[in-house]
């Protein structure tokens, strides 16, 4: 059983460039969950999304980032024009959410970004 | 928001002693409380949650309390082994979906 897959796993973009950062998450779910985790700090929600919906952005810079999750292939997590302090680890997760009382959200290996 | 504060951020303990992570949230609505390992350049592990209509959960070696009226809730590790080192974050939220975490334990096991 495949888990949540992230790729790539280390991304190096200079300043100006964009980054896609890539998510499959688990077979079956259709939940998917974007984090950020700046050193040596815990992990920031930045979007929530559904098949082809974008539910919750709430943590998402309101510049140069947007994410998606379409009907065929995996979610992407877009930054346009990145900045050093873009540098961060990008965590995906992924749930079934078939109730609202149990939605345990499974993690991927993650995104190393490194803005050079 | 939701604020959730981890001590300690470091924790060396002897292998076979207990392990100690305590956490307190902000957001008296909060009602999910999640534990995750994490490994050096892995993604989180979920090792142990708990909501908010029960005190206290164990699962073999590992058992979280939860304390509502203060707002508070621990982690424990006993009988510690090498391979619990890692670092640890708790987190709190309150929808089910957007994990509030702390800044995470680093808990290092000596053999």
């Known amino acids: 059983n495949a888990g949540v897959m992230q790729n790539p796993r280390h991304l190096v973009r200079r300043r100006g460039q964009e980054a896609r950062l890539r998510c499959s998450p688990v077979k079956g779910h259709s939940h998917v969950y974007w984090y950020r985790q700046l050193p040596e700090e815990g992990l920031k929600f930045m979007v929530y999304?559904?098949?082809?919906?974008?539910?919750?952005e709430s943590g998402m810079p309101k510049e140069r980032f947007s994410a998606e999750f379409p009907k065929e292939g995996p979610s992407i997590l877009r930054i346009q024009q990145v900045v050093r302090g873009d540098s961060a680890a990008y965590f995906c997760?992924?749930?079934?959410?078939?109730?609202?009382?149990?939605?345990?959200?499974?993690f991927g290996p993650g995104t190393r970004l490194t803005v050079l | 928001g939701e604020n959730v504060e981890q001590h300690p951020s470091t924790l060396s303990v002897q292998e076979g002693d207990s392990a100690v992570i305590k956490c307190t949230y902000s957001d008296s609505a909060s009602n999910y409380f999640p534990w995750y390992k994490q490994e050096l350049g892995k993604g989180p592990q979920l090792i142990i949650d708990?909501?908010?209509?029960?005190g206290e959960k164990k699962d073999q070696r590992i058992a979280v309390t939860l304390n509502k009226t203060a707002k508070h809730f621990s982690l424990h590790i006993t009988e510690t082994q090498p391979e619990d080192s890692a670092v640890y974050f708790c987190a709190a939220s309150k929808n089910d979906y957007k994990l509030s975490f702390g800044a995470g334990t680093t808990v290092t096991v000596r053999a």
């Open positions: 999304l559904q098949k082809e919906n974008i539910i919750d």
């Open positions: 997760a992924s749930s079934f959410r078939q109730t609202t009382s149990t939605d345990t959200q499974y």
């Open positions: 708990i909501r908010s209509n029960v």
